[in-house]
C-alpha cells in the first residue's frame, strides 16, 4: 500500500486521498447541522494528519497512528 500511496503523491494526485477520506466521513452523516460540521471538521483533521504521516515516510504503524489521532479530544 505505500507504494501505491507514495505513487499518487510523486503524480500530484494526493487530493484523490483526501477527497476519499472526506466521502467516507460524509456517509456517516445522520443529517442533523451540527453532525454535518463536526464530520467536515473531523474529516480536515484526519486529512491533515494522514497527509503529514505520508509526508513524513509513514514510520508509525496504524495503531501507533490510532493512539495519535485519539489523543486529540473533540
Same mark, same amino acid.
Given at each position: ?7 499518487l503523491?510523486?503524480?500530484? #494526485?494526493?487530493? &484523490?486521498?483526501m @477527497?476519499? /477520506?472526506?466521502?467516507c466521513? $460524509? ?7 451540527k ?10 483533521? #484526519?486529512?491533515? &494528519?494522514?497527509? @503529514?504521516? /505520508?509526508?513524513?515516510?509513514m $514510520? ?13 479530544e473533540?
Amino acid at each position: 500500500m505505500k507504494e501505491e500511496i507514495d505513487l499518487l503523491y510523486r503524480a500530484g #494526485l494526493s487530493h &484523490l486521498l483526501m @477527497e476519499h /477520506i472526506v466521502l467516507c466521513g $460524509k456517509q456517516s452523516l445522520t443529517g442533523e447541522l451540527k453532525n454535518t460540521y463536526q464530520t467536515a471538521f473531523m474529516s480536515g483533521a #484526519l486529512c491533515g &494528519l494522514v497527509n @503529514e504521516w /505520508i509526508l513524513r515516510g509513514m $514510520k508509525e504503524n496504524p495503531e501507533e497512528m490510532e493512539q495519535i489521532f485519539s489523543n486529540y479530544e473533540i
